[in-house]
């Protein structure tokens, strides 16, 4: 067979600093590996290596959300076809062994199967904007929470002069004493100067967390609107939550093939546990678990102000359902819900009456 006939497909083993691609043709067979650097250079070389075989199809490519982001971005510019790869399972591994080389050329065969592949988010939209200003809310908000904790677990071992003072105070009248405190510096080797010395430290950095988390708040929040207007208006989707849902979905909510995929995405869709005459589900554990997180905010906030919830909870509770297994239903219909508004064409309208979570 002429080498412009061949069908290439490519699978990449993604690493921090390399990339290992191999290339199999349509029957499975190797055409070759090799080794490239983790820059803008090693992508244009990769890509030139595989299309040297032939006409390339696809390329499936390991970890596109972590260190093979930039690799399929560029693929993706040069019109390539893009596939995520799972990671082999364990008794995969066993079988074969473990190297950059076989991983790769194990991506490849998963590729050309279509066995274990899914199609990978964009990154160079709104939505990876948001994600990286959500990221770091996320770690203000963790670490505000630690200089909290800091805070009391101190208090706890202070000198009893400082802890009888402070140990009864409500957090928000708690930092406002510690922050105004006036120690002395001359005496920081009193056990008493250092604790407040401390104490007013970690006061003054959860008062600059806060100002820096409001900062972020007041880009996110408009950022969200701006992607999807539909999301926020929906009952129980505050800014936080529509943020959390839009980067679950990507820059294309239009890879994800259905509501049913979404809700396995989400880790809301139960699970068959069936065995000869036993017919059951079991709980979910999988998924995105910031996402499925997420729903189950949305599911408390319409428990308690949504009547079309209540009523639904009030005729399952009669059907014998136990209260966490009617909100593990309430999260999967919510899940169906968001994902038409997700994937609309015209994000400025409604969810579908016929969607709503007291179906």
Not at 25 to 37: H, I, N
Not at 67 to 91: F, H, W
Not at 314 to 339: D, H, N, P, Q
Request: proline fraction near 4%; hydrophobic fraction near 40%.
């Amino acid at each position: 067979m002429a080498q412009h006939e061949v069908e290439v497909t490519g699978g990449v083993d993604t690493h921090k600093d390399t990339h290992t691609a191999a290339a199999i043709d349509s029957a499975g067979r190797v055409l070759g590996s090799a080794q490239f650097s983790a820059s803008a250079l090693g992508y244009r070389k990769l890509l030139a290596w595989l299309k040297s075989f032939g006409t390339l199809l696809m390329v499936g490519v390991e970890g596109t959300g972590a260190y093979g982001a930039g690799l399929a971005r560029y693929l993706r510019e040069q019109d390539v076809t893009v596939v995520e790869i799972d990671r082999p399972d364990r008794k995969t591994r066993r079988w074969q062994g473990k190297s950059d080389p076989v991983d790769a050329e194990a991506a490849a065969r998963a590729a050309l199967a279509g066995r274990r592949t899914g199609t990978p988010k964009f990154r160079d939209g709104r939505v990876e904007a948001l994600r990286a200003l959500r990221v770091a809310r996320r770690s203000a908000v963790q670490q505000r929470s630690d200089v909290t904790r800091q805070i009391k677990n101190l208090i706890v071992t202070a000198p009893e002069g400082v802890r009888t003072m402070l140990r009864h105070l409500k957090d928000k009248d708690l930092l406002t004493i510690c922050a105004g405190f006036r120690p002395s510096l001359d005496q920081v080797g009193d056990p008493v100067t250092a604790m407040k010395t401390a104490l007013r430290s970690l006061a003054r950095r959860h008062r600059d967390l806060g100002r820096e988390i409001d900062e972020l708040d007041e880009l996110i929040a408009p950022l969200t609107q701006e992607i999807n207007p539909a999301l926020t208006e929906l009952n129980g989707v505050g800014p936080d939550v529509a943020g959390q849902l839009l980067v679950t979905a990507g820059d294309n909510p239009d890879r994800l093939r259905s509501e049913a995929a979404f809700a396995m995405l989400c880790g809301v869709a139960p699970l068959p546990a069936s065995s000869g005459r036993t017919h059951r589900h079991r709980l979910n554990r999988g998924g995105d678990r910031a996402a499925n997180a997420a729903l189950y905010r949305i599911v408390l906030c319409r428990l308690r102000w949504d009547q079309r919830t209540k009523q639904y909870v009030e005729r399952r509770t009669k059907e014998g359902l136990s209260k966490k297994e009617i909100i593990r239903c309430l999260k999967r219909f919510v899940a169906r819900e968001i994902y038409h508004v997700l994937t609309i064409t015209n994000a400025t309208a409604a969810a579908p009456s016929h969607l709503t979570t007291a179906a």
